[in-house]
């Protein structure tokens, strides 16, 4: 027997649901709440967007810059399941478009980061001046906000617990409906008390907490695409449980990395000499699905033979 014999009825390698199996899975996932989400969430952009800029009003203009990055962010999901049902899985691009989430979500971080940078200088540049921004229509905007991120929630919310992408946008919109209510708040205290400077307090506010979110995001998505291990996952101690498997001699290779969010990966090779190797295989799978590694490539060597000794990573 062979280190690379398989598993279906051998003994020596043996690898969890291949990528047509994720591809298949994906397509079963409904896409057309994520469509309309793209409509409602983009055409209230383009008025809070436009009303902002008529009023002159930097919380609206800040919460439409975070409200674009909504867009995107659903966008980047419903992308994500469309590439995943429709995209060519092919010998150069065996994973298919995985990845082109995590692409996406580089991107996003960087305009999250950038309406915040805008938000916060252009805040700065107004101090010294008293805003005179229409409450009414401060309160009149923010609402139709908060009620259009409702309705997106709602659509969303089933969906997100099946799927990682659909889930990244669900957080996405219930934090921008944080910022429809704080928009809404300094429209009612401009009509009560007259504070213009509300406006720009509301402002900063929503920039303070988009751009650790868009820092987060970019962190994870640079983790992924410099396939480090997931933070779920310990592989100091993973290694520890693989070479304590009963008849396991050695464990080396260990490799876990991420395809993308919520698709973790892992191959390892376990030496195993004179074992009962389809037992060692099936005891190495379990340990690593424990730690949430189904999708893993295992290879038994069935001895010290050398095979991986010429290899310098």
Do not use: K
Request: charged share 15%.
């Amino acid at each position: 027997m062979t280190a690379h014999d398989h598993a279906d009825g051998h003994a020596g390698h043996s690898h969890g649901p291949t990528a047509a199996d994720l591809v298949s899975e994906a397509g079963h996932r409904r896409l057309w709440p994520m469509v309309a989400a793209v409509v409602l969430i983009g055409g209230y952009f383009v008025v809070e967007l436009t009303v902002g800029l008529a009023i002159d009003s930097l919380a609206l203009i800040a919460d439409a810059g975070h409200m674009l990055t909504d867009v995107l962010a659903v966008s980047m999901g419903l992308a994500a399941l469309l590439l995943a049902r429709h995209g060519r899985i092919t010998d150069g691009r065996s994973f298919g478009w995985y990845r082109a989430e995590v692409f996406t979500a580089v991107i996003n971080a960087a305009l999250l980061v950038g309406v915040g940078i805008f938000v916060l200088t252009e805040a700065i540049a107004r101090i010294g001046h008293d805003p005179e921004v229409p409450g009414l229509a401060l309160v009149v905007v923010a609402f139709v906000g908060l009620v259009v991120n409702l309705v997106v929630m709602l659509l969303l919310r089933a969906d997100a617990q099946g799927s990682i992408a659909v889930r990244g946008a669900y957080l996405e919109v219930l934090a921008d409906a944080v910022g429809s209510v704080g928009v809404l708040v300094a429209g009612v205290v401009v009509m009560t008390t007259g504070w213009g400077y509300i406006d720009l307090v509301v402002a900063v506010a929503i920039a303070l907490w988009v751009v650790p979110r868009a820092v987060r995001l970019a962190a994870q998505a640079l983790r992924i695409l410099n396939q480090q291990a997931p933070e779920s996952v310990d592989v100091a101690a993973l290694r520890e449980e693989l070479a304590a498997v009963p008849g396991v001699d050695d464990v080396h290779d260990l490799h876990v990395w991420s395809l993308t969010t919520g698709m973790d990966v892992a191959t390892v090779h376990v030496g195993a000499e004179g074992s009962d190797y389809a037992r060692v295989l099936a005891d190495t799978r379990a340990v690593l699905a424990a730690h949430g590694l189904e999708h893993a490539t295992v290879q038994v060597d069935p001895g010290a033979d050398g095979c991986c000794e010429s290899l310098r990573w």
